[in-house]
Each structure stands twice: as C-alpha cells, then as structure tokens.
C-alpha cells in the first residue's frame, strides 16, 4: 500500500539554526502533501502545503521542496526556535478532498537554546 | 486553538468494554474525520462523515464505528475494546470538496485499555 515516511525520528538543532525535515512517499500519484506540527499534548496543526505543480512553496519561516523524481519532499525551518520544537509529520491525502491523511511516524524537532 | 473540541480528555477502560468519543466540529465545518494516534506513531485514518454519512474508511475493524449528527459533531464509537486500542484518538474537521486540504484537529482523547 501506498506510504509516506520521515527519513529520520530526530532532529537537534541549536537556536537559530535552519533546520530540514525529510519526507519519502510511495505513491507515484500522490499530488498533494500537507506538513503538520504537534506539539506535547496537542493535536496536529496544519503548517504547509504543497501540490504536485509546484516544485516549491513558501510560508512564514518555512519552505516545502517537492521533487517528483526521487519521490521526495523536505520542510525547511529558517531561524529556528525553540517554540519549532515538536513532532513533525508530512501527509498525503488518499481522497480527493484532501481529508483522509496518511501520516508518517513523524521526526521530533529538538531546538536548544 | 482550532475550535474542534473533543471530550472526554482521558479516559480509561477495561478490556472487553464499549467507548464513545465525542468530537464538536469548528463552527461552518461538515466534514469530520476521526485517527488513531498509537505512542510514538503518525496518526492511522479510521473513517470520515461527510454531511451524516460515512466517506471513506482506514484499515479499522467493523468494531469501530461512527455517526455524524446534523449539527456536524461526531462520536466514535469502539466496542469490545482491546489492549491495544490504548492510544490518543483525534478528530479533525474541514469543509469538505475537492479543494479543501486544511483539516482541524482537536485535542484528542487518551484512552487506555487495561
């Protein structure tokens, strides 16, 4: 079955720093990803997103790559702080409303001061 | 905060037992789409009302089993519960149609089966 998955579980960084999540996917057809964000004790929060026609997106701070080729996209966190320090997941939607995710087990951002 | 509430926050449970969920949409939402959240995991997608109707359906057993009510608020509903159904169940709620990538998550509630 289709699947998307983080390259690594954790990721430290120093305060200021750029930090970059990794996402692999399987399915060749997937045309939309959402990054998400959650913090202990919450629910995830919606970050980015991206469809296939683009090859880049930016946000407030972030950025997602989408490389179609290798199946392959990356979050980008400029300045990081320590506020950033989360669980990060990249989902694909399997319908067409964009609201049945496939989540990857997700990479825990560290950011010490 | 995303206006999706979710009761109760905790909950546990003995095996064998029944639970119920209870989720409130963000107001103008009609679409609500429940996850199961083991320790350490991405959330698992168990199914989706849309406007009253089941919309779609993870890898979850019959056992697992929803409704959407007309003010678009939700229940998950899981019978003969087993050890590991101990795990964090969010909901999610967006306005549905083909654009509509943004979902809202709730909370969660924790439940733990012993």
């Known amino acids: 079955g289709e699947s998307v998955g983080l390259h690594l579980p954790t990721l430290s960084v120093q305060e200021g720093d750029n930090s970059i999540i990794n996402c692999a996917y399987s399915?060749?057809?997937?045309?939309?990803f959402i990054w998400y964000k959650q913090e202990s004790g919450k629910g995830p929060q919606f970050i980015i997103d991206?469809?296939?026609?683009?090859d880049k997106r930016q946000g407030q701070r972030v950025t997602v790559l989408l490389n179609k080729t290798v199946k392959h996209l990356s979050l980008q966190i400029a300045a990081t702080q320590p506020g950033d320090s989360a669980v990060y997941f990249c989902?694909?939607?399997?319908?067409?409303?964009?609201?049945?995710?496939?989540f990857g087990k997700g990479t825990t951002l560290s950011v010490s001061s | 905060e995303t206006g999706v509430t979710q009761s109760p926050t905790h909950l546990i449970k003995t095996r064998g037992q029944q639970v119920t969920l209870r989720c409130s949409s963000q107001?103008?939402?009609?679409?609500v789409s429940w996850y199961q959240q083991a320790l350490g995991q991405g959330p698992q997608f168990i199914f989706q009302?849309?406007?009253?109707?089941?919309?779609g359906r993870g890898n979850f057993p019959p056992r697992f089993s929803g409704l959407q009510f007309p003010n678009y608020s939700s229940e998950l509903n899981v019978n003969a519960l087993e050890l590991d159904d101990s795990a964090l169940y969010l909901c999610?709620?967006?306005?549905?149609?083909?654009?509509?990538?943004?979902?809202?998550f709730g909370p969660g509630t924790r439940l733990t089966v012993t």
């Open positions: 009302y849309y406007r009253e109707e089941e919309n």
């Open positions: 991206i469809r296939s026609n683009m």
């Open positions: 999610a709620s967006s306005l549905g149609g083909l654009d509509s990538g943004e979902q809202y």
């Open positions: 989902a694909d939607p399997h319908n067409q409303a964009g609201t049945a995710l496939i």
């Open positions: 399915n060749s057809a997937s045309d939309y």
């Open positions: 107001s103008g939402h009609n679409t």
